[in-house]
């Protein structure tokens, strides 16, 4: 597609529960990164990848959180043993390059929340 | 640690009007100063990027300027629309990651 892709656009889970959230990059974007807005608050870094490496993931906020990228496309965001502080909206970039001045293009973000 | 901050939080202006939005940041450090439009249940839309050797950019009705000795950049919406009600987010760019501000929230009246 011309632009970067999510699903699910929204997901509700129970605490506890694990959820897998994905993005597809723009095709050619080298560079890739996960971003979470929690209600009335700004967006905040989680993880960066360069091809397939994460060489930064000082965002994410505590070991149940992980994520991985393949082929240098698809990225998947795991979240393990939910809980409610979780909820937020989700969001995936990515860029051309990584690591520098390029511009990132977002997608429409997966609206997490858990009960 | 980069800090970014917007002023005004909310702003409401009648159609046709000339408007600037701010943003400043801590660390002049950085690679580029991107605007983005956030539309209420929606991405972000990437509106401008200045890159740090560049002092502005244009598009269409906006104009975004960048002074990285101040550590501002100021986005100026020409001929304000109703279409251009909308949550107004600068993010200085270092590194690996974008840092946000919490943004400006911007409406217009007919």
């Known amino acids: 597609g011309a632009g970067v892709s999510q699903s699910p656009s929204n997901k509700v889970t129970e605490k506890g529960k694990d959820v897998e959230l994905r993005c597809d990059p723009i095709?050619?974007?080298?560079?890739l990164y996960w971003y979470r807005q929690r209600l009335g608050q700004g967006l905040e870094f989680l993880i960066y990848?360069?091809?397939?490496?994460?060489?930064?993931k000082s965002g994410l906020p505590s070991d149940r959180f992980s994520a991985e990228r393949t082929g240098e496309s698809v990225s998947t965001l795991t979240i393990q043993r939910t809980q409610q502080e979780d909820s937020a909206v989700y969001l995936c970039?990515?860029?051309?390059?990584?690591?520098?001045?390029?511009?990132?293009?977002f997608g429409p973000g997966t609206r997490l929340t858990v009960l | 640690k980069q800090e970014v901050t917007q002023i005004p939080a909310a702003l409401s202006v009648p159609e046709g009007e000339n408007l600037v939005l701010n943003c400043s940041f801590t660390?002049?450090?950085?690679?580029?100063l991107q605007w983005f439009r956030q539309d209420p249940g929606k991405g972000l839309t990437s509106l401008l990027l200045?890159?740090?050797?560049?002092r502005e950019q244009t598009s269409g009705r906006l104009n975004a300027s960048l002074d990285k000795s101040s550590g501002r950049s100021t986005l100026y919406i020409a001929a304000s629309q109703p279409g251009d009600s909308a949550t107004y987010l600068c993010?200085?760019?270092?590194?690996?990651?974008?840092?946000f501000g919490t943004g400006t929230q911007l409406k217009v009246e007919l």
């Open positions: 095709s050619g974007h080298t560079a």
């Open positions: 660390d002049s450090a950085i690679y580029n």
């Open positions: 993010a200085g760019g270092g590194g690996n990651k974008l840092t």
């Open positions: 970039a990515s860029s051309l390059y990584g690591g520098g001045p390029s511009e990132q293009f």
């Open positions: 200045i890159q740090s050797s560049q």
């Open positions: 990848f360069q091809g397939n490496s994460a060489p930064d």
